[in-house]
Structures are given as C-alpha cells and as structure tokens.
C-alpha cells in the first residue's frame, strides 16, 4: 500500500538514511504510483550514473507477475481468478476452470497452486 511505502521513506528520513531531497523525490514516486528501489543504504536508485532501470521490462511475463493484486470485486474464494483474469485478460470463468480440471487431472496440485496463490500474492 502507498501508505505503508510512505511510511517507511518517512522512517528513512527521519533516521538519516534519507536527505531531504531523496526524501521527496521518492515520496514523488511513491505517489505517482511507480515503485521506489532501496538499496543497503537507503540511497534511492535515481542516483546511479548506469541509468539501467531495475526490475523486469515492462510488458514481460514478470512483470505482470509482480503487478498480480488480488482483486476484492470478482471473488469466489480469495480473487486469484480475478487477479490472473485482469492481469492476463483471459475470462475468469476460464481460470477457474483451469484450476479446476488441474486439481482434477492431478490429484490436487491446482489446489495447491490456487493455495499458494491466495497465501503469495498481495489483496488490491
């Protein structure tokens, strides 16, 4: 959550990890909804001389992995299916039949896939 995000670049700050200005430069990026890289240090990754972006590319398989909420609104059971539905758009109806014939087909292992899914990936 942006909250907990700003939180924490506020306990940076006020612990000296931060100067002022990395402070709201990343509070500036926290709210334009992009994602702030913390290094050991707590220097921000704005100031690295490479310019190389860090993380995936956007557009990749991991990426929208990483962008993976689970939604509150099309919810049977925790939002995984609405989650992998909005994100890869495919028919959620779809995804819940992929689950379902491979717990079937399986003995189990959708389930546990859907499981890990619910435990691993974050509420919208």
């Not at 290094?39 to 690295?48: A, L, V």
């Not at 779809?94 to 509420?123: C, H, K």
Request: with cysteine; hydrophobic share 45%.
């Amino acid at each position: 959550m942006i909250s907990d995000e700003i939180r924490r670049l506020h306990e940076l700050h006020q612990a000296g990890a931060l100067t002022d200005a990395e402070f709201e430069q990343a509070k500036a990026k926290v709210l334009a909804s992009k994602r702030v890289n913390l290094d050991k240090e707590g220097r921000t990754d704005s100031g690295s001389s490479s310019g190389a972006s860090f993380g995936p590319p956007p557009g990749s398989f991991e990426a929208k992995l990483r962008a993976l909420r689970r939604t509150r609104r099309d919810r049977w059971l925790a939002g995984v299916c609405g989650a992998l539905g909005a994100e890869f758009g495919m028919d959620i109806y779809a995804w819940r039949l992929v689950f379902v014939l491979l717990t079937l087909v399986t003995s189990g292992v959708g389930a546990l896939a859907y499981l890990a899914l619910w435990i691993f990936v974050p509420e919208e």
